[in-house]
Antibody, heavy 120, light 110 residues
Framework: QVQLVESGGGVVQPGRSLRLSCAASGFTFSTYGMHWVRQAPGKGLEWVAATSSDGSSKYYADSVKGRFTISRDNSKNTLSLLMNSLRGADTAVYYCAKGHSGGWYYLDNWGQGTLVTVSS | QSALTQPPSVSGSPGQSVTISCTGT?????????VSWYQQPPGTAPKLMIY???NRPSGVPDRFSGSKSGNTASLTISGLQAEDEADYYCSSYTSNRTWVFGGGTKLTVL
């Protein structure tokens, strides 16, 4: 079965960087688009970034554009999110999610999330 | 990238039907059938319930149905059950090649 396991979360000071990883298994990783979605404490879902199956296309929310970089290593079945210049508003649970077979417009499997806390 | 508009809360008794609306713009919901709905019980990860406006992934009960008219999509849950109590989010692809979620709707089963 599909498994997505996020790691790399923690407490970080404003202005610093953090890299999140998502280990994928149970499906052919290299054939699916992938996403990062975040959820601030007590708030709703916010889409963060997406990458196509081969990594050639990458898209970002305006709130993170220029600060966050999504990448993937299809040889290691791993999705990453490099987060620079972190702000308090970036505090959230970050979910890794797999695109649906019918199109990466839909997220059909989600990890359990990793918490990022930006605080001095 | 403004969030899609959903009612903060809806409620219904077991066996009843409820509908959750999701209003966007001509740049997202109105332009594409790439609308999906997610269920998130407290403390858990979201689960895909509806994709491409009205399609159900395998394993999702047919009590869940989706539709769209103009800039507004809707999720209807018929024959409400206690286990349906959760937060529900709509999502749409946009003309900016981004994705946007709704603010979420808390469903209470009375």
């Amino acid at each position: 079965q599909v498994q997505l396991v996020e790691s790399g979360g923690g407490v970080v000071q404003p202005g610093r960087s953090l890299r999140l990883s998502c280990a994928a298994s149970g499906f052919t990783f290299s054939t699916y688009g992938m996403h990062w979605v975040r959820q601030a404490p007590g708030k709703g879902l916010e889409w963060v970034a997406a990458t196509s199956s081969d990594g050639s296309s990458k898209y970002y929310a305006d709130s993170v554009k220029g600060r966050f970089t999504i990448s993937r290593d299809n040889s290691k079945n791993t999705l990453s999110l490099l987060m620079n210049s972190l702000r308090g508003a970036d505090t959230a649970v970050y979910y890794c999610a797999k695109g649906h077979s019918g199109g990466w417009y839909y997220l059909d499997n989600w990890g359990q999330g990793t918490l990022v806390t930006v605080s001095s | 990238q403004s969030a899609l508009t959903q009612p903060p809360s809806v409620s219904g008794s077991p066996g009843q039907s409820v509908t959750i609306s999701c209003t966007g713009t001509s740049s997202d919901v109105g332009s594409y059938n790439r609308v999906s709905w997610y269920q998130q019980p407290p403390g858990t990860a979201p689960k895909l319930m509806i994709y491409e406006v009205s399609n159900r992934p395998s394993g999702v009960p047919d009590r869940f149905s989706g539709s769209k008219s103009g800039n507004t999509a809707s999720l209807t849950i018929s024959g409400l059950q206690a286990e349906d109590e959760a937060d529900y989010y709509c999502s749409s692809y946009t003309s900016n090649r981004t994705w946007v979620f709704g603010g979420g709707t808390k469903l209470t089963v009375l």
